[in-house]
């Protein structure tokens, strides 16, 4: 008997990017095939011991689990058989791995035969690539399984695979052995290609033409079936009878028939899902699976009734028209109708972080936390028919199993291996050192101190939040505080403070209270539905607009801003997300008012700029013409400007009039902030480059590969805000959290991170990105900072917003918990001082569709 831990290894390659026209190298870590491959090798036996076991089926507990030959062969407490190696799992948390219901990793992105309606003989298994990288990275998020599905360009489409998760192997070694046969349907706007761009002549054309596709399709293979049915009696009959033409299309179909193959369904609308049950029920066979089905809340009942499973998303919504009504309530309510539902991915990035997609379970329809961690396990094993193999901690199951830092749905906590088949196929190292050499707690101190600042007997209503925790995120947190609000301000905060008498007073012992959080860089109410060009005012067309604005073009009553502000988030810098490279000017917007000018706190804070793109060097190059047009342009505001002066002060004719150029010259001047937008290594030096030679105020923003020049960023003493964190590395060879750990490198250099979450739907999730940096090594305190006080400082407005302290705005959140877990709940909310309610259009759709089951369930 031996015990193993896990290795730290690590590696580094020596690059070269160009600053100033001169080259200079850099080592970073890098992911080469090699260091994927695991140290720590099972051979398909172990011990896994001492470890916390979130089995899928049953409350967690301690103890130990016996692997042997790839199977499950023991829990409990359990002494190690000799010559089986040992896994320390003490202080670890051991849970499924994630079987994702609906995935396109190994597969050529392209695979969907298109040109028909109806592809049923077409098969994705002929086109299942093992070397995917995707397959890697989701099985550094603890994937263990995946079915692989074409897109959805046919109402009848072809059939799908079931693959366990063994990168680089054979395609027969990751095809999983008994998996039941499977077709893809789809329904809505992609059979009938409302987006494709394209006027095409393909039927269908609408959801009638789709239903009809359904029925034609049916009808014939009923009687093909029938036609087999009498050949096969008749030959049974001793007679020899002329055989039926052999269609493989047909056959898919009669399969569907007779329940040996199952129908997995792409569907969005309540009315389509409706339709497809209802033919399923005419032709004798059951959908086994309804893909995404964003509005099956709305027919939850009848979906349980018909015995279809469900696997949707769980909080993707309004990126087109189908998926407006979207509500992340949708997998809690159909779980609650009796509906076996799912979380998928449908997505290379979402898929290396299925178990906190499965806390939103919790966070919306307070599902209980095992039957949210088998929205990504044992319900999807039952969904595809290999429940009985995998999915849960069981003796007898395959020892598909993911070991994590703590609780497999905390936000917080990351995968340490993934173990298929009882061999371990993906092995966390730490490639940016990050758990030996941690990123501390930056130096802050509270900007704002006014020692001037209490209760006025006359200033009106005073609020009181009694026995909470209080997060001021630039101080000490406070146990058992009182906070004070009066006239839109906090007006005292401490322990043990004296009520003022006549308060409001808000218990809230046992909540949390924190400053309202700050997105940058956001869309909110510039966009309403992606697919809708006629909603969407975020970009312009024309090159360069430096002096365009985004704040009267604010959409007050756009569903997006009550839908955030329930996450907690009480301002948004609303900025225009391309054109340019000069984009226009955002605005510093407060989550509540009925019009633009309510609404507005700053007009105009930051002008934003694409900066060109360039690709990352190994030796001098030039400048680009882009950029050497961005510097003439720069320059000729500045001229621009002190011809201005000098007319002015002489008493004679100005230059013409440019607006262009008027609202250019302060920027260019380095009077007002700038927003410059990069991501790559080497665009990042050219912006240090450019800002440094233009002598700008800048901020960069997005910063995906600010850890391969971390050096450059620290002596630039730039602002940076980093964001997303929820994305790809940019790089084959980059490591595979190298987006999530990309903060924490920055904040040990010393950097003060500003987090944003860069995503055109659900700028809500903010917290979450903070969330996985701190998982990957960002201190939890600049985590927290990172949506709070930093935000308000590249806004300038430190002293008004991002920490509790007196003097402040009162912009105030309170939870049930960490605001950076998702299982947490945002219960109240102010925006300087005024209690906001926290539901939003997807609430009221939950409600009154969890009305409606409970009306037919005949419950009051």
Excluded at 77 to 92: C, F, H, S, Y
Excluded at 256 to 277: K, P, Q, T
Excluded at 387 to 404: F, M, Q, W
Excluded at 465 to 483: C, F, K, R, Y
């Amino acid at each position: 008997m031996h015990t193993t831990h896990i290795h730290r290894a690590f590696s580094v390659v020596i690059c070269s990017f160009v600053l100033g026209g001169q080259a200079a190298a850099h080592d970073h870590p890098v992911e080469m095939n090699a260091l994927r491959t695991p140290r720590l090798r099972t051979g398909g036996s172990c011990l896994i011991q001492d470890v916390t076991i979130h089995s899928a089926v049953d409350a967690a507990k301690r103890g130990s689990v016996l692997v042997q030959g790839g199977k499950i062969t023991a829990i409990g407490k359990i002494e190690a058989p000799a010559g089986v190696m040992v896994l320390d799992g003490k202080g670890m948390h051991l849970a499924p791995g994630v079987i994702d219901c609906h995935s396109h990793m190994a597969i050529d992105r392209g695979i969907n035969e298109g040109t028909l309606t109806i592809t049923a003989e077409c098969d994705i298994s002929d086109a299942i690539d093992p070397d995917d990288l995707t397959i890697y990275r989701a099985l550094a998020g603890g994937v263990t399984t995946a079915r692989l599905l074409h897109g959805s360009a046919n109402a009848i489409g072809g059939r799908h695979e079931v693959i366990k998760l063994k990168w680089r192997r054979s395609v027969d070694e990751l095809r999983f052995p008994g998996a039941k046969e499977g077709v893809k349907f789809a329904l809505g706007e992609n059979p009938k290609q409302s987006n494709s761009g394209t006027q095409t002549n393909r039927f269908p054309d609408s959801r009638m033409g789709v239903e009809a596709v359904f029925e034609r399709a049916f009808a014939r293979a009923r009687e093909y079936r029938a036609e087999w049915q009498a050949f096969d009696a008749a030959r049974a009959r001793g007679d020899d009878p002329p055989s039926p033409r052999r269609d493989v299309r047909l056959d898919a179909l009669a399969g569907i028939l007779d329940g040996s193959v199952d129908v997995h369904s792409h569907c969005y609308r309540a009315d389509e899902i409706l339709m497809l049950l209802r033919v399923a029920d005419r032709y004798g066979f059951r959908i086994k699976t309804l893909q995404h089905v964003l509005e099956g809340f709305k027919v939850a009942k009848e979906i349980a009734e018909h015995g279809a499973g469900a696997s949707t998303f769980s909080d993707w919504w309004a990126y087109k028209i189908e998926a407006y009504d979207a509500t992340p309530f949708n997998g809690a309510l159909l779980h609650e109708a009796g509906v076996l539902s799912t979380f998928n991915s449908d997505s290379d990035e979402m898929v290396r972080r299925m178990y906190a997609e499965a806390a939103k379970g919790v966070r919306y329809g307070n599902m209980d936390r095992v039957a949210a961690l088998a929205l990504v396990t044992i319900n999807a094993a039952k969904q595809l028919a290999i429940d009985g193999r995998t999915g849960s901690i069981e003796i007898g199951k395959d020892a598909d199993l993911a070991l994590h830092t703590g609780d497999p749905l905390s936000s917080l906590a990351r995968v340490v291996w993934t173990m298929v088949d009882g061999e371990i196929e993906f092995e966390r190292r730490d490639a940016f050192e990050l758990e030996t050499k941690p990123a501390g707690v930056l130096p802050m101190e509270e900007p704002r101190r006014d020692a001037s600042i209490r209760v006025e007997p006359d200033g009106g209503e005073v609020i009181a939040l009694v026995g909470s925790t209080l997060h001021p995120v630039t101080s000490a947190q406070i146990e058992n505080g009182v906070l004070l609000i009066q006239r839109g301000r906090i007006v005292g905060m401490g322990k043990g403070l004296a009520i003022p008498a006549g308060a409001r007073v808000i218990e809230a012992k046992g909540k949390h209270v924190w400053p309202g959080l700050i997105a940058l860089s956001t869309p909110l109410g510039l966009t309403e539905i992606g697919s809708v060009r006629a909603t969407d005012d975020l970009a312009e067309i024309g090159g360069n607009q430096p002096d365009l604005r985004t704040s009267a073009s604010i959409a007050t009553d756009s569903a997006h801003i009550p839908v955030t502000r329930s996450a907690g988030i009480t301002r948004s810098q609303s900025a225009p997300q391309g054109g340019g490279p000069l984009r226009g000017q955002s605005c510093v917007l407060r989550l509540s008012g009925d019009t633009w000018e309510e609404m507005l706190m700053v007009d105009r804070d930051m002008l934003h700029l694409s900066f060109p793109a360039q690709a990352n060097a190994a030796k001098e190059k030039k400048k680009s013409e882009e950029v050497k047009a961005l510097e003439k342009l720069f320059h000729e505001a500045r001229e621009y400007q002190r011809l201005h002066g000098e007319a002015q002060a002489l008493g004679t004719r100005p230059p013409n009039y440019d607006p262009r150029l008027e609202a250019l010259a302060p920027y260019a001047q380095g009077k007002r902030r700038i927003a410059i937008y990069a991501n790559n290594a080497q665009t990042i030096l050219d912006v240090l480059a450019f800002v440094r030679e233009q002598n700008l105020d800048a901020v960069l923003i997005g910063v995906t590969e600010g850890w391969k020049v971390v050096d450059e960023l620290c002596a630039a003493k730039l602002p940076v805000v980093v964001g997303p964190v929820l994305t790809l590395p940019s790089s084959e060879f980059d490591p595979y959290d190298a987006p999530y750990a990309n903060a924490a490198v920055l904040s040990r250099a010393g950097i003060p991170v500003a987090l944003a979450a860069m995503d055109g739907e659900n700028t809500r999730n903010l917290a979450f990105h903070a969330a996985m940096a701190s998982s990957f090594g960002l201190a939890r305190e600049e985590a927290l900072r990172g949506m709070t006080i930093y935000p308000a400082r590249v806004l300038g407005l430190e002293q008004e917003l991002g920490s509790l302290a007196p003097g402040k705005l009162a912009d105030v959140v309170v939870t049930d918990g960490d605001m950076l877990e998702i299982t947490t709940h945002v219960e109240r909310v102010f925006v300087e001082g005024v209690e906001q309610s926290i539901s939003n259009r997807q609430v009221e759709l939950y409600e009154r569709y969890r009305a409606r089951l409970h009306r037919l369930q005949g419950k009051r």
